[in-house]
Every structure is written in C-alpha cells, then in structure tokens.
C-alpha cells in the first residue's frame, strides 16, 4: 500500500506556473486562502493545493479564480515575470504606406498595447472603434499630423501628447511631412 498523496498524478508545469500565480495575485490583493476559497466556491483545501503546484485545475477553475481575483484568465496562465528590461531594435518604416508594429502588450486590470504608427506624408488612417471604455494616448516622436476623434482633430507636432477616447472613430491624418507616434492603447478588462 503507497503513502497517501503518492498516487497522484503529478501536475504540469503549466499548473504549477498558474498555482504560482494564484498565489502571487491573491497576495497582491491581501486576500486570504479562506477569502478567495469562499468567492470562487472552492474549498480552501483544493486553493491550498493548486497554489502549491499540487493539482491540475480545469479552465473552469481558472475562470472562477480569475473573476475573483478581477484579472484577465491569461494573467493566470503565465509562467515567467516581465523581464526587467524590454529592449526593442528600432526597424525601418515602408516609404509608400503606414507601418504599425505592436510593441507590447500589458495585462493586469487593463490591457494595454503599445505600438508604432509610421505614417508617410499625405497619408490618412481611420481608426476602428476598440472596446467601451477604451482610451489611446499618443506621443509624436517626429514630423505632425492631426489626430484624435474624428470630430475634434488635434495638431501635433513632435513631443506631443494626446489622449482621447478610442471606443468612436478617429483618424489619423499627415500632410507633406511623416509622422512616428508612438500609441498606446488602455482596455478595460472584463471580469
């Protein structure tokens, strides 16, 4: 007869990563096992075994934690901490069109992206309305264009900032010069 405990499946790395997770939100939050046990209706023994890298929970499980803790499921499925330094090469803009390149996304409570809108001169870009709630922030680097809703155009010229609502349409628009903006865009996470 095996010890008890010992005949049980070993979890994944990947479950042992989201227990690692569990744990570090529910701390962040001064939440405790019990408290997070009673919103998500676990018992705290099972909470105390998946914070442990113990159990294999389902998506289902997940969800249930993920709502109660108010962060994105993904948050609960990475396995590594953000570096402490993102150092992206800068690359070349095409001469003819506008070029967009996503920088980086950022979760937790909002998801945030943060891109690079290259746009040639004599060039317009209507932007597509995101998700309610949602706000883009822009900072020219170099050259003008005019920007922001779509309505209330605002002229902007290198070191600008503008921040507007992104949830109408808007547009970007240059005359005979380019523009690099950096855009960062902040969604409301549901939950």
């Known amino acids: 007869m095996s010890a008890p405990g010992r005949d049980r499946r070993p979890a994944s790395s990947a479950a042992a990563a989201a227990g690692a997770q569990i744990q570090r939100r529910r701390q962040q939050r001064g939440m405790s096992q019990a408290e997070l046990a009673r919103r998500t209706g676990l018992s705290k023994a099972t909470l105390s075994q998946l914070e442990a890298g113990l159990g294999n ?3 289902d499980t997940l969800d249930a934690i993920a709502v109660a803790l108010a962060i994105p499921l993904t948050d609960l499925l990475i396995r590594h901490g953000d570096p402490a ?3 992206l090469a800068s690359t070349t803009a095409r001469e003819s069109e506008p070029t967009r390149e996503l920088l980086r996304r950022i979760s937790g409570g909002h998801s945030l992206e943060i891109w690079r809108l290259r746009l040639p001169p004599d060039t317009a870009v209507d932007g597509v309305p995101h998700a309610p709630g949602t706000t883009e922030h822009l900072l020219v680097a170099a050259g003008s264009l005019f920007a922001g809703p779509a309505d209330d155009l ?12 992104g949830d109408a349409p808007h547009r970007y628009s240059t005359g005979d010069t380019p523009a690099d903006v950096t855009v960062v865009i902040a969604s409301p996470v549901a939950g």
């Not at 605002?154 to 503008?162: T, V």
């Open 154 to 165: 605002r002229h902007l010229r290198p070191g600008d900032m503008l921040a507007f609502a």
């Open 57 to 59: 929970p389902t998506l």
């Open 85 to 87: 330094t993102v150092h």
